[in-house]
T-cell receptor, first 113, second 114 residues
Framework: GNSVTQMEGPVTLSEEAFLTINCTYT??????LFWYVQYPGEGLQLLLKATKADDKGSNKGFEATYRKETTSFHLEKGSVQVSDSAVYFC????????????FGAGTRLFVKA | DSGVTQTPKHLITATGQRVTLRCSPR?????VYWYQQSLDQGLQFLIQ???????AKGNILERFSAQQFPDLHSELNLSSLELGDSALYFC?????????????FGNGTRLTVT
């Protein structure tokens, strides 16, 4: 079946450091890929998405490229801020007799001033 | 504001009891999803409805049930509650008819079973 694997956290970085959170997936067909972010005390919210191979999703300085050859969708940001501290979830949606979304386990990011 | 409304925000109850969580989806969304988030942050998919019909089922216990009503709001019923059912329960909605539609999450109901 379909699955999403993302790097375990927590990830601790200093402000202005470079961020990479790895995400790989297993899916049949052509899934859409997403990154969601969860700030403390809130629900998840969409950060960015990519719907086909080689698409790059971007938002708020974050980027991720849909790599079909490596089945990956790694999240990157060139310079993190304290306000980026949150839990990040990689997800895919595929049509498996209905459109079902599967989430990775989440990666907690701490950014120190 | 995601447009998804969940009530109540907090619920404290005793073991063996039954509770109902309610979700109103974003306007225009036909699909509703329920997720359970434990303290270690993992997000477990419970169940999905599309336009009133069950679409997909995840790791939902037999003590739990859900439904989506004609006005598209959804309820998650949890019965014979156990301490281990304490968690955050999220509802999300989407168009539900295409893979590129993102999910929109409510702020969750925090259930505490004592």
């Amino acid at each position: 079946g379909n699955s999403v694997t993302q790097m375990e956290g927590p990830v601790t970085l200093s402000e202005e450091a470079f961020l990479t959170i790895n995400c790989t997936y297993t899916a049949t067909g052509y899934p859409s890929l997403f990154w969601y972010v969860q700030y403390p005390g809130e629900g998840l919210q969409l950060l960015l998405k990519a719907t086909k191979a080689d698409d790059k999703g971007s938002n708020k300085g974050f980027e991720a490229t849909y790599r079909k050859e490596t089945t990956s969708f790694h999240l990157e940001k060139g310079s993190v801020q304290v306000s980026d501290s949150a839990v990040y979830f990689c997800a895919l949606t595929a049509n498996t007799g209905g459109f079902k979304t599967i989430f990775g386990a989440g990666t907690r990011l701490f950014v120190k001033a | 504001d995601s447009g998804v409304t969940q009530t109540p925000k907090h619920l404290i109850t005793a073991t063996g009891q039954r509770v109902t969580l309610r979700c109103s989806p974003r306007s225009g969304d036909l699909s509703v999803y329920w997720y359970q988030q434990s303290l270690d942050q993992g997000l477990q998919f419970l169940i999905q409805y599309y336009n009133g019909e069950e679409r997909a089922k995840g790791n939902i216990l037999e003590r739990f049930s859900a439904q989506q009503f004609p006005d598209l709001h959804s309820e998650l019923n949890l019965s014979s509650l156990e301490l281990g059912d304490s968690a955050l329960y999220f509802c999300a909605s989407s168009r539900g008819d295409r893979a590129n539609s993102p999910l929109h999450f409510g702020n969750g109901t925090r259930l505490t079973v004592t």
